[in-house]
């Protein structure tokens, strides 16, 4: 199954280009801090400072889920804060770029096996960590 | 009695228009959403205002006020309490003391015939030795009920003196007037038990001086031994008794060395203040309103508005404030469902008890019909088909 979703993924791959402004999800890489996000969107800001706006309902999807226990147990329960997951922007995107292309249930469940099996080893969130970006990619 | 069958009546009709939104009501309180609330209500000493923000999936925070005989007999003293039980790792420590902690204060009452500290603590220690008998007896198959642990903030007010007690970090604050300028003080009454507060650390450090390593900052947030932020609680045994810190409890909770004698203490913090006529109301709250409001703002935003009401006010800032920490709207932080909530903010209980000096003076031997309220909340498991739900629990007499 997983192998089977890794070869679709690997397609699409070559097609997805990253949004950086979609109508649904943008992505912010300048630090506006005080900026409300616009109605009906919440937002995450990705270990190497990126912020990314996105819709209420992405709070539903298993992998945002996911993203948000694993955050927890990296970080703690933000406090004062805005919220930041425990993965860089590039993987944020791929997985945005997943939520919009609307997976099926079975490749979600795949992918969230794969981000609990650890596809994140906590030394691995220096915003200078390049390589380990291309790895994420890769175990995608 | 007209009132009460058209509150009656309105339950009914909003349990059938209202179903899929979680909103109910009764004489004990409303659930809109996931806010419960009771606007106003009358305790033995004055009004009240009683709400609760939920934010986890299973309500963590659970309190109580309870007004009346403090003691088993009809004999009183007569007075009020008020419980704020903040949970964490789980709801059962909370639950526990909700269930248990006032019985055995008005059992000690009934033994030394009156209210004091001594009673107080008495209470506090039976609570905590009956959650660890909860624990041994649930051990083998449950584990994790080890590592579950609750603050545990506690008010008496009977005979003109309110008694404040305290583990963790909830806190307690009164409104006083002042004379001179008529403006109403933030007085807080209590200290958190939370080792971001630099004595608190160095108390830790000084009970054990063997081990440096004691409190360890961790993603810019201190912690005990790297796992929580309080130093005193209900509950958390796997803290206070080594033979719980082990195996099946879940590696992330057990200590690589087996520790001698407790690491969290149960022993709460308790005062004694003599209240005065300029003394208005004490705001009970647990860290989730704390986080977001300064003692003053807190004050005053009661102390400006009409009673009824108060404390659904005090939610409403204090989610308005953590919606801009977050960077949203607060209609649609209010869109956001329990569980993932938690990550937005933390289970908010507030309690205001205004204090009416003409009944904080009258003698604790003064009978009056006892209330019980206890704060609401949706304890469903998500996905189970209860369309109205209100979780309310025992009634008054």
Redesign the interface.
Known sequence: MVRKWQKLANIKRERITFPRASRDANVDSCNT?????D?????LYTADQKRFVLP?EY??NEIF?EL?RL??E??????????TLPCDAVSMEYVVAMIQQNIAKDLEKALVMSITTGFYPSSSYLPSDVPNKQLLICSF | MFSELMNFLRACFRAKSDRHVHTGSNARGRQDGLLWYKDSGQHFNGEFSYGCGQANNLLEDQSQIESGSLSLNETGPYGTFIGVYDGHGGPETSRYVNNHLFQHLKRFTSEQHSMSVEVIRKAYQATEEGFLSQVTKQWPLKPQIAAVGSCCLVGVICGGTLYIANLGDSRAVLGRVMKATGEVLSIQLSAEHNVAIESVRQELHSLHPEDPQIVVLKHNVWRVKGLIQISRSIGDVYLKKAEFNREPLYAKFRLREPFKKPILSADPAISVHQLQPHDQFVIFASDGLWEHLSNQEAVDIVQNHPRSGSVRRLIKVALQEAAKKREMRYSDLKKIDRGVRRHFHDDITVIVVFLDSNLVSRASSVKCPSISVRGGGINLPHNTLAPYTTQMEVGST
């Open positions: 801090s005080s900026v409300v996000a109605k009906g969107h919440f937002v209420l709070l539903n889920k948000f955050a927890e990296e970080f703690g329960l933000p406090r004062n804060g805005p919220i």
